[in-house]
């Protein structure tokens, strides 16, 4: 059921970057929402839909290319569909601390998207509140 709520999400934050005029972002997060379906069915979990998926990603930043910011988006994006469809729980939360949730957030500064912006420190957080409680679970 999470990965149907990121669909939803999907929609509102392209929502959102489109009345912010962020056309990169917007299009990316349209994507989200086939991502999050794909994600939430074993059938669709796999490598040709992860494929296809990282190809759209692509497809879109070519259209939409707002400058670099447009490529780190597109790698984030790309980077969080191959943790979404193969990578364990711990692997995941390393892969938005490092590298997913670092990049929005400074496309979110850039456009001024403060629901972006708070969206990103409650990513980190929790990831990070994941981090401490791993250990007291062993």
């Known amino acids: ?3 149907l709520v990121l669909a939803v999400c999907g929609f509102l934050f392209a929502t959102s970057y489109f009345m912010l005029g962020a056309m990169t972002s ?3 997060n349209m ?7 794909c994600a939430s069915s074993k059938r669709f979990k796999n490598k040709p839909f992860f494929v296809i998926i990282s190809l759209l990603y692509v497809v879109a930043t070519v259209f939409t290319f707002e400058g670099i910011i ?3 988006l597109m790698a984030a994006q790309i980077i969080g569909t191959w943790a979404m469809f193969f990578a364990t729980p711990v ?3 390393q892969l938005q601390i490092f590298a997913v949730s670092p990049i929005w957030l400074i496309n979110n500064i850039f456009v001024f998207s403060v629901g972006g912006i708070l ?3 409650f990513t980190i957080i929790s990831s990070l509140i994941f981090w401490v409680r791993q250990p007291l679970k062993k």
């Open 1 to 3: 059921i999470l990965c």
């Open 26 to 28: 917007a299009c990316l």
């Open 31 to 37: 994507i989200n929402i086939a991502r999050g379906l």
């Open 70 to 72: 447009s490529v780190f």
């Open 91 to 93: 692997r995941i939360r």
């Open 119 to 121: 969206c990103e420190i």
